[in-house]
């Protein structure tokens, strides 16, 4: 049977090379990407993810599992806000990017340089804390692309960052 095998593959060029690429293609795709972004287990990560679930993919459900504190709160009156809303398939959705524009870091409780709204809210007593600020630029489909400003306030608790609070604002052009 292994000659069967090996005669077949011998038989038609490339026939191995394909089968060995299609296995693997996905993985080194999901080695590159992952290189391309911050290392896991960083706040950084932590922003990105929840950023690409709130924002990028608008799914709550996923967003909701990486907060905790207030984010959970304002996460879950949401998605209470939004059930029975279906997305069709045919409802385009704005196109955002996202970048950091800087970073506060801090220990347990109060970051200093806390927006309003974006405070100390957890009992973690051993939670270290960091504040970043990111630019998102939505681009609705047929409209002028326009900038939000977005606070995140991420803890580390138990190993693992979450976004404890996030606010967003309007950002003027100036």
């Known amino acids: 049977m292994n000659s069967k095998n090996y005669s077949r ?7 191995n090379a394909r089968g060995v690429a299609a296995l693997y293609l996905p993985l080194l795709l999901a080695a ?3 290189a391309c972004g911050p290392p896991a287990g960083t706040p950084e990560a932590a922003a990105r993810d929840f950023l690409d679930a709130h924002y990028l993919l608008a799914d709550l459900q996923a967003s909701s599992l990486l907060t905790t504190g207030l984010a959970a709160s ?11 809303f279906e997305r069709g398939a045919d409802t385009r959705m704005p196109r955002i990017n996202y970048r950091l524009d800087r970073q506060i870091g801090g220990s347990a409780g ?9 405070g100390a809210s957890d ?3 051993d939670a270290q804390a960091v504040m970043m600020v990111y630019r998102l630029t939505v681009s609705p ?16 608790s138990e190993g693992k960052w979450l976004v404890s609070n996030y606010a967003e604002s309007d950002v003027s052009d100036q």
């Open 9 to 15: 593959a011998a038989a038609e060029p490339g026939a």
């Open 32 to 34: 590159a990407l992952a």
């Open 74 to 84: 304002k996460v879950g009156e949401e998605i209470r806000l939004t059930e029975g």
């Open 110 to 118: 109060a970051v200093a340089g806390d927006a309003p709204g974006v």
């Open 123 to 125: 009992s973690a007593s």
């Open 141 to 156: 489909v047929g409209a002028e692309p326009f900038d939000k400003q977005v606070l995140l306030r991420l803890v580390k």
